[in-house]
């Protein structure tokens, strides 16, 4: 894309990254709805929910692989600032908060899969409980770190000029309510009325930002030059 600052030099990395991302959905859609969200309610349930320990350890060894596509994509997206000090220092910024959000949520579903195995080998079930609250507020966490990282990658775009202002923004958008939403999530979690309703809404911006991943890639892809092999 054209611009008062030159022209954008993209890759294929970021789409790369963001297609080896959203492989997680493979294992999304074979493993059942754990952690829970009931946070100690119903034990019981929650015990029952942790029935199938060999797909949920799969799933979380999938998860510790394809994850780290969300770090590929950011890496591809710091990539188009090269020569822009300004730019690149907000890239790095994407860069460091998307592997913290990464790692969180692989430690996540770990403690996920440790709660199947020891529902399977009719452990206590007060630890089975304990550990799926445990998982379930650490992937709370992961929100507010990937709200940070898509902040600082749409400020670099927008300040360089190289993309769409629009693409920009939507990431301002998503970014700042996944921001808020990871500020409050834990809070709001276990709570009852409107904290939790405007906790659960703001999670709205993971969508958003999933449109912004895939236009970002998109335009990075398209910009790739000819010679790149």
Not at 66 to 82: H, N, Y
Not at 89 to 101: E, Y
Request: proline share 3%.
């Amino acid at each position: 894309m054209e611009s008062g600052r030159g022209r954008l030099v993209g890759n294929r990395v970021a789409l790369v990254g963001a297609a080896m991302y959203f492989l997680e959905w493979v294992a999304i859609l074979a493993i059942p709805s754990v952690p829970t969200e009931k946070l100690g309610h119903d034990p019981t349930a929650i015990v029952a929910a942790y029935s199938d320990p060999k797909t949920i350890g799969l799933a979380a060894g999938w998860f510790s692989v394809v994850l780290f596509g969300r770090v590929i994509f950011t890496i591809g997206l710091r990539d188009a600032f090269q020569g822009l000090r300004r730019e690149r220092l907000f890239a790095n910024i994407a860069v460091a908060a998307m592997g913290l959000s990464v790692a969180i949520e692989v430690v996540s579903f770990g403690i996920t899969a440790a709660a199947a195995w020891v529902a399977d080998a009719g452990g206590n079930q007060d630890a089975v409980v304990a550990l799926d609250a445990a998982s379930e507020i650490l992937f709370k966490l992961v929100i507010g770190p990937l709200g940070v990282s898509v902040l600082a990658g749409s400020i670099a775009m927008i300040l360089s000029r190289l993309f769409p202002r629009w693409l920009g923004w939507v990431g301002i958008l998503g970014g700042s309510l996944l921001l808020v939403g990871g500020i409050i999530g834990v809070g709001g979690l276990g709570a009852h009325g409107t904290f939790h309703d405007v906790a659960g809404a703001l999670m709205g911006g993971v969508a958003i930002v999933w449109i912004w991943m895939i236009a970002t890639s998109v335009v990075l892809f398209r910009a790739t030059p000819h010679d790149v092999k």
